[in-house]
């Protein structure tokens, strides 16, 4: 069964029509990426799959259950990685952790998932410092940590590295792919890049500058795929010219 279960989904504000009957399903242990040109919608659909956002047509189905708000099992990460200045690294992983929806955890159990946490993106170290005397990468490894406090079932990430230089990015990745396998979370990554959707991802998405999914694709080659670039080559290209042809509609129908 699938875990995130969006069926037709659409968003439309007075002024402009922003999705369009999108559908979307992730498995437990699937990662999804979706790419698509800037403005399609992308951010907004994570926001309705995180259960902020509520859609104008269409329904969200997590876990067989219509999603009708914010969930603790469903954690939204953002490009920024928006931890709090004046918190510890350790702070930050456990802050929300006392306000979702969920049955009030007692101190041990916080203080455990923020420890697991720092350890799954290996910064135990770092847990008293604080947000100024972190990298980038760091403070991209705080901020997963603090999606995966919440032990959810369902992950979304809004371009979560593109911030970051290039060696960084690839260990990211590398931690993602890891994530996804200890938790066997239900994965969404935004992104404007290819090769990283084509590294990580088990489906890419591309969504339209009509705000539709216009085209699917799997990917098969098995890890590790940084060595096998002509594997991916040609799904590079055919997904490239995709995303072109999309911008392109974009612009005549802007
Ligand atoms: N409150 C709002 N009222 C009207 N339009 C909005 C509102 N919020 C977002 N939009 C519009 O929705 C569209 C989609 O925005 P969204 O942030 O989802 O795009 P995106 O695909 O994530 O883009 P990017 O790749 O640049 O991050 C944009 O054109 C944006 O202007
Ligand atoms: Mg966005």
């Known amino acids: ?115 697991a946490a720092l350890d799954e993106v290996g910064l135990s170290h770092a847990r008293s410092y604080m947000p100024s005397q972190l990298s980038g990468g760091m403070a991209q490894r705080a901020a997963l940590a603090r999606c995966l406090a919440r032990q959810p079932r369902t992950l979304l990430l809004d371009e979560p590295f593109g911030a970051l230089d290039e060696v960084t990015r690839a260990d990211m990745q590398r931690l993602l792919l890891e994530v996804v396998r200890d938790t066997q979370a239900g994965t969404v990554l935004v992104t404007h890049d290819i ?33 096998q670039v002509h594997a991916l080559g040609v799904l590079r290209i055919e997904i490239l010219e995709a995303l072109q042809a999309s911008m392109a509609a974009g612009k005549t129908t802007a």
């Open 195 to 227: 090769d990283e959707a084509l590294l990580v991802s088990d489906r890419v998405v591309l969504l339209g500058a009509q705000g539709t999914l216009i085209e699917q694709w799997r990917v098969t080659v098995p890890a590790p795929r940084a060595a």
């Open 1 to 115: 069964m699938s875990l995130v279960d969006a069926r037709g989904v659409g968003l439309s504000y007075p002024e402009r029509t922003v999705l369009r009957g999108v559908d979307l399903r992730v498995r437990a242990g699937e990662l999804v990426s979706i790419l698509g040109p800037s403005g399609s919608g992308k951010s907004t659909l994570l926001r309705i799959l995180a259960g902020m956002l509520k859609p104008t047509s269409g329904q969200v189905f997590v876990d067989g259950t219509p999603l009708d708000g914010p969930r603790p099992d469903v954690a939204l990460a953002f490009q920024d990685p928006c931890l709090l200045p004046w918190l510890s690294v350790e702070r930050n992983v456990g802050f929300g952790l006392g306000f979702s929806r969920q049955s009030p955890l007692t101190r041990a159990e916080r203080r455990g998932r923020v420890s």
